[in-house]
């Protein structure tokens, strides 16, 4: 059973920079889809960013496009989300998902949680001054 467990998150000023790592264990990313997703207090979970099983195909979110940057290392069995020039509403809770294609392919999965099977506990990011 593949589980995944981020961590990177924490207090930041406004037009900071953090980065998120979600780590996976039980089994190898090679051939998942991965996703960032966050959830604000009372805000339905909404998706960030996710990046093909090849790692070859990308999409963002309107609200973070030029200011996040997702990547993953298979050879580490971890995907990241780079956060620069965070704002206040960039507070949420992250969470880091994957859906299993079984190849190595750029198609992007939808931003849409009933597309992942598996999900992180989550990680706070708090963006204040």
């Known amino acids: 059973q593949l589980q995944l467990v981020e961590s990177g998150g924490g207090l930041v000023q406004p037009g900071g920079s953090l980065r998120l790592s979600c780590a996976a264990s039980g089994g190898t990313l090679d051939y998942y889809a991965l996703g960032w997703f966050r959830q604000a207090p009372g805000k339905e979970r909404e998706g960030v960013s996710c990046?093909?099983?090849?790692?070859?195909?990308?999409d963002f979110a309107d609200s973070v496009k030029g200011r996040f940057t997702i990547s993953r290392d298979n050879a580490k069995n971890t995907v990241y989300l780079t956060m620069n020039s965070l704002k206040p509403e960039d507070t949420a809770v992250y969470y880091c998902?994957?859906?299993?294609?079984?190849?190595?392919?750029?198609?992007?999965?939808?931003?849409?949680?009933?597309?992942?099977?598996?999900w992180g506990q989550g990680t706070q990011v708090t963006v204040s001054s």
């Open positions: 990046i093909s099983s090849s790692g070859g195909g990308t």
């Open positions: 998902a994957a859906t299993y294609y079984g190849v190595a392919v750029d198609t992007i999965p939808p931003f849409s949680v009933y597309e992942y099977d598996y």
